[in-house]
C-alpha cells in the first residue's frame, strides 16, 4: 500500500573465505563514470528522465568529459514476476521496456545500467534475484544492459562473509554465462568486507552505508574508504557510493571536496543530481577534465593517505606521466594550513616543485613543502611534479590563521600566518583582515616584513572587536597577504577566509541542555552524542542514555577526557543533571565535574550514577569535564537541564513535548496496517522510557504497518515534529513514521531511518516538513487522524511514548 523499505541487517564475519580466480573481462580499466537516479529522485524513475539524461550527457559536454554509463536504480520493476518468471518493467514508467531505453541510450554512444539485489526482495520491495540468477542475468543482458548495481536488502543471510561471497559470485557466474560484457557493481554497504574478496567478482564494491546529501555523511564516507587505498586498482574499485553534487545539502567548497576526494581515492563518478536541473556551478564541478583527469589516470592506483592528524589529511596519488596528485584535506569547522613534506610523499627529490592547482589550474613552486590555508570543509589538490627552473613560477605562499571564540559585543584575538614556502625571497609582504561592517581588526604585531626567505613565517596577532548585538552566528575574515616576487618584483596576493565563531547567552528559560549547541566540544571516543551514549567511534552511533537501568531520552554521550563549553555571558543560575556511567560499557571510574567559570562541582569518582546541582550564578562559561584514571569510560550527562534569566525553578522544561500514546494501559489500540502481511503487538515491559511500559512490535521480514486510527482527530498545533522511542531486534530495524491527516489513503509519510546495531536503542524524530504527502493532500497537524510505524526485521522491536513535540 504505501513505498516500504527494508535493509536487514548482518553482522559480518570476519572468516576469510578463498575465492576461485575469476576470468573477468578487462572491464572498467578506470573507475566508471555515469548517471545514477536514485539520489535525486530515488523511487521516481522513467524511461522519460533516462532519455533526457543520456541527451543531457550528450549536450552538456559530460560525455566528452567521460560519462557513459546511465544507470536505473531500484523500483523500475513490476511487483511480481511474469508467468515466465522474468522481471518486468513496470509499462507505466518504461512503456517500451527496459530494452526500448538500452537501444536509445545505445543510440547516443552510452551505455545502459540497471538495478538488481541479491536478496528475495530489493531494498524497495521489488522482486529480487536471490536463487533467479542465471534467469535474470539473461533478461538483463537480452535487453542490452551495460551495467548491473546489486542491492543487498531482504538477503536472507547469516552474515558471514562466506554467504556474501556464495551470493554475489552466484550473479558474476550468471553474468558470465551470459556472454556480455556487464559492468558488476557489488552494492553490500561494505558489511562483509568486500574489498578482502571480491576482486575479480565485481569491478566495484560499495564500502560504506548509502551516501546522503549532507556533509557529515560525505566526512564519515571519506574517513572509512581513504585507508582502503591497498585494495583497489583497474577493474577493482573501492566505491565510496554515488555523488551528491548539485543537490542542495552542501556548499560549493563542500562538494568541491566531494568531487575531489572521489578522485583522489579513484572513485567511480557516477552523477546523482537531477541534470535537467543542474545549474552552471554544478555542471563545472562535475565536468571539470583537471579532476576527471586524476580520478581517470591509467595507472588505476587509489590515492595513499600520508597523513591524517586532527582532521586534516594528505593524500598522494600517482599518475602516470609521473606527476603525482597531492590533496589537502581540511574536514575541520576553521581555516586549517594543511602541509607535507615532498619527501614524505612519491615524489623523487628535486630542488624545486611545481604545483598546478587543478581547480583554479594556477601554477606555483615549492622548495621542499607542499601547503595551504585550506577552508573548512575544503580541499585543495595540487598536480605536482620536479621543477628545473623555479625563477618563472610564482612562489607558494600559504596564509593560515586561528581565532578563538569571538563574544557578541565583546571581541577576540585573531592570529594569521604568512609562510613562503617557495624558492626565493619575497618582498614588501604586507597583510591585512577584512572584517565584516561595523567590526574592526587592529594588529598589535607587525603586519609588514620587507623580505621572507623561504619557509620562513610572518605571524601577527589582530585585536578583533565585535560590535553589541551581533547576533550568534559564524562570519567571514578575508586574511590577504600582497607581495612581490622574482627579479622583476612581480606582484601577487595570497588570500584565505578564517570563520568567526560570534557566541550569544542562551535565551531565557528552563531548556534540556542537549538542544543548546557547545561553542566546543572535545570528546575521548569520535564525537559527542547528542541525545544518546556515545556508542563508539562514529557520529549517531550510541544507544539512549541508560545509567542502572533508567534510560533518559535527553542528554549527552561522551567518554573519558571530554569537555563541552557553553557561553552563559552571566544569564544562568543553575544546571540540574544525572551523571552516570552508561550501562552499555560498564567500567569506570569516571568523575563529573559542572564548572561555573572557576568554580567546580564534582560528582567525585563514581562507577554507578547520581545527581549534580550546579549554581551557575554570574557566572560566563559552563564546563562540562569528565575525567577518569581509565581511558574510554562511556560517561552520560543524563537530562541535564539549564535555568537561564532568573524564570522560576518549576517553569515548564523547554522544547515541550505531549504524550501521546505511552502503552501504560496497554497496547491502546494500537494495530496492525496490513493484516495479510503478518506482525503483532502486544504491551511490554522489557523497554519503556516513561512509566513502566512500551509495545513489543513482532514484525514481518518484509516489514508492516503498525499503528492506529482515530476516531475523533487529534491537534497537534504548535508541534513541529513527532517522536517516539524504539528499541532494535536482533537485526537491526528499518522503518518510517506516517500520519494520516484525512481519510484512509492520504498518509504523509517520512523517514527510512534504519541503521544496523542490533539490540540499539534510540529516539526517532519525524519532522512534519519533512513528511511527504500525496498530491492534493497539505498536512494539516490540528487534524491528525492516525499515527503509524513502518518496521521490518522480523524481529521484536520494542518501541513507547510517541510524542508531539
Ligand atoms: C540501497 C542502496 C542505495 C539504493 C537503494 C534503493 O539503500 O545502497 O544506493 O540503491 O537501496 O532502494
Redesign the pocket.
Known sequence: MMLT?A?VALVSSLIFVAVPAQATPPQASTPPMGFNN?NAF??DVNAALIKETADLFVSSGLKNAGYRYVNI???WSLRERGADGRLVPDPAKFPDGIKGVADYVHGKGLKLGI?GDAGTK???GYPGSLGREELDAQTWADWGVDYL?Y???NNQSDGSQEDYVRRYTAMRQAIDRTGRAIVYSI?E?GTSQPWTWAKGVGQLW?TT??ISDDWPSVRSIIRQNAPLAAYAGPGHWNDP??LEVGNGGMTATEYRTHMSMWAMMAAPLIIGTDLRAASAETLAILSDRDVIAIDQDRLGVQGRVVSDQNGLMVLDKPLADGDRAIALYNSTDALATVSVATRATGLRGAGSYRLTDVWTGGATQVRSTISAGVPAHGTVVYRVRPLRDPATVPPAVAVGGELGTVVSGGGGELATAVTNRGVGTIRDLAVAARVPEGWTATPTTGHRRARLATDATLETTWTIAVPAGTPAGSYPIDVSAAYRWGPQGRSATTAGQIVAVVVTAPEDGRRHLSTIAPVTSVNGTGPVETDQSNGGPLENDGSLITIGGKVHTRGLGTTTGSELRYYLGGRCSRLITDVGVDDEAAGGPATFTVYADDTATTSGPITSGTTLTADLTGAAWLRLVVASTAAGVHADWATPVLTCGGVPDDSPVLPESRTLFSFESGTEDFTIANPGDGGAVAQSPLFHTDGANGLKVSTPVAGNWFGKALAAPLDLTGATALKFDLKAGDVGTVGEIAVQVGDASSWCQGGLWGWTNAGSSRTVTERFDQLGCPAGVTLDPSRIRGVWVFLNTGGEVHIDDIRAE
Do not use: S
Request: proline share 0%; glycine share 8%.
Open positions: 523499505r535493509l536514485w530515488g523511487c536504480d531500484d523500483c538495478y530489493t531494498c524497495a548495481k542491492d543487498n536488502c552494492c554497504w560499495r552505508g548509502d557510493d554515488m
